[in-house]
């Protein structure tokens, strides 16, 4: 099955500074990686996701790069402010169908304090 | 529009007890997951379900059990709680689609066992 590895496991940036958070997997069939933002006690929300058809895509102050050949992806948050102070979660998926059904595979999880 | 509704919130169990965990979504999703979320290891699925009357197993399966009677409702049973099965539990549902679809989330019930 697929196997997803997130690191750093904490990471500590200065307001304003810019936070990069990486993953790998293993499973070639996997074409869909989605990240999550969960604040404490409340659900993971979804904040962006690149599907295999595309290297980056930017949303304001966040984007995500894939690269299918080495098999990772990175989240990158610029500017970073207070707010984003959060655990965010790395998935992947084989969002194709078939027998996968869309199953996520998570990381462990980075824990990013922004400092004011 | 509520989304993913779980319920209960809390609850504290002894070793040995039972109960069922409720999902209730009106997105009117076909693909519904169970997770577990422990410290350090993300979320893990439990079980999902991909229609009305059809489930399946996750990565850590073992003592639980699911039922999807209605499309809308997605039901997780612990028949004899453990100390192990002391967790957050997450659910989720998306609809199908090629290419990826985003899972949207409840806002979780948190169980401990004694």
């Known amino acids: 099955g697929e196997n997803v590895e997130q690191h750093p496991s904490t990471l500590s940036v200065q307001e304003g500074d810019s936070a990069v958070i990486k993953c790998t997997y293993s499973?070639?069939?996997?074409?869909?990686f989605p990240w999550y933002k969960q604040e404490l006690g409340k659900r993971p929300q979804l904040i962006i996701d690149i599907r295999s058809n595309v290297g980056e895509k930017k949303d304001q102050r966040i984007a995500v790069t894939l690269n299918k050949t080495a098999k990772h992806f990175s989240l990158h948050i610029t500017e970073t402010q207070p707010e984003d102070s959060a655990v965010y979660f790395c998935?992947?998926?084989?969002?194709?169908?078939?027998?996968?059904?869309?199953?996520?595979?998570f990381g462990q999880g980075t824990i990013l304090t922004v400092h004011p | 529009n509520a989304g993913v509704t779980q319920t209960p919130k809390f609850r504290v169990l002894k070793t040995g007890q039972s109960m069922t965990l409720l999902c209730a979504q009106d997105m009117n999703h076909e693909y519904m997951y169970w997770y577990r979320q422990d410290p350090g290891m993300g979320l893990r699925l439990i079980h999902y379900s991909v229609g009305e009357g059809t489930t399946a197993k996750g990565e850590v399966p073992d003592g639980y059990n699911v039922s999807r009677l209605k499309k809308q409702n997605f039901l997780l049973g612990l028949e004899s709680a453990a100390p192990s099965q002391t967790s957050v539990y997450f659910c989720?549902?998306?609809?199908?689609?090629?290419?990826?679809?985003?899972?949207?989330f409840g806002d979780g019930t948190r169980l401990s066992i004694l």
């Open positions: 499973d070639s069939a996997s074409n869909y």
């Open positions: 989720a549902s998306r609809t199908p689609g090629r290419g990826g679809q985003p899972q949207h």
């Open positions: 998935a992947a998926s084989n969002g194709a169908g078939g027998t996968s059904y869309g199953k996520l595979t």
